[in-house]
């Protein structure tokens, strides 16, 4: 069964993973992003702190949501992510980093000539984005 990609976030932050309930053994529970235990304005604070650090730019959407960009180094273009932190339970937090399609500084969707242009683009788009988020993990971790 195939689901859109916020069914799939919700399911997981739920804990729900698609066996019924009553259904004999016991499976660990995984999700992607940074799991904390600190208090939410905590975790947002040493998040802007780390962005600071690494000179990325922002934009808050609310206390618990920011859309993140940087420069890539050897272009011009820039590289977006959205940081949204998720109470999983009652004490645990997940921070979720989601990449964010490249988008033009008029805020338009970038158009590619070719087809494979535009693959090569997504998958070194896909790069940097990873490379971000391995730069704030880092920075965190600190």
Not at 38 to 43: E, Q, V
Not at 87 to 97: A, E, G, I, K, P
């Amino acid at each position: 069964m195939l689901l859109p990609c916020t069914a799939l976030r919700e399911r997981a932050l739920s804990g729900d993973r698609g066996v019924p309930k009553g259904t004999p053994g016991k499976r660990a529970k995984w999700h992607l992003g940074i799991r904390s235990q600190s208090k939410p304005l905590d975790i947002m604070s040493e998040v802007f702190k780390a962005m600071k650090v690494l000179g990325f730019e922002w934009r808050v959407v609310n206390p618990f949501h920011v859309r993140v960009r940087r420069k890539n180094p050897i272009g011009v273009s820039y590289v977006h992510m959205a940081l949204q932190l998720y109470q999983v339970d009652y004490r645990s937090h997940l921070l979720d980093f989601k990449i964010i399609s490249n988008i033009s500084t008029e805020g338009q969707i970038e158009k590619k000539d070719s087809d494979e242009v535009g693959e090569q683009s997504k998958v070194h788009h896909a790069m940097e984005f990873f490379e971000m988020c391995a730069a704030l993990i880092t920075e965190l971790a600190r």
